[in-house]
């Protein structure tokens, strides 16, 4: 029996074209229901002869990283990577295996303040953190925790 296309992409069948331009007016917090699925961003900042880059979701085309390699990447990890064809392998590949890498976006952020996040430190980030352990080894991989500052040498 062949599986039906919608199980293959475990139920990612749609394709939101919506679109926000500047015109469009946006009060934070936004709420669930206007995230637009789709053109994320990701940020490189170059500095004092270094570069980081932040993801702002857990998918990224490739070609668009190429010859991108920077000293920190800060990851999305939330649990939507894992139906990502090998996430974590192309992603520490294509960004060149950098010597720095935060896991971000893998808390559950529908949860108030305060309230635990150990369960998706135990689905999200440690799952992570050993597979950079294993895919590349001179990473270091610093897991955030909540208001801490990361200081970076």
């Not at 170059?46 to 990447?73: A, C, Y």
């Not at 953190?129 to 970076?152: A, D, N, Y």
Request: glycine share 8%; charged share 20%.
């Amino acid at each position: 029996m062949i599986p039906s296309i919608h199980s293959a992409l475990n139920e990612k069948h749609y394709h939101d074209t919506r679109r926000y331009d500047r015109s469009t007016e946006l009060e934070a917090p936004l709420r669930i229901n206007q995230f637009i699925e789709g053109g994320s961003l990701m940020f490189l900042a170059r500095f004092e002869g270094r570069s980081v880059m932040t993801m702002g979701s857990m998918n990224f085309v490739e070609r668009e990283l190429e010859g991108i390699h920077p000293d920190v990447l800060l990851a999305g990890v939330n649990g939507s990577r894992l139906g990502l064809y090998n996430y974590d392998a192309r992603l520490l590949e294509v960004t060149g295996y950098p010597d720095v890498v935060i896991p971000t976006h893998w808390d559950n952020f529908r949860l108030p303040y305060g309230y635990s996040q150990q369960a998706n430190v135990e689905r999200n980030l440690l799952p992570f953190q050993e597979t950079v352990e294993e895919l590349s080894p001179s990473s270091q991989v610093i897991l955030p925790t909540h208001l801490g500052t990361i200081v970076l040498r």
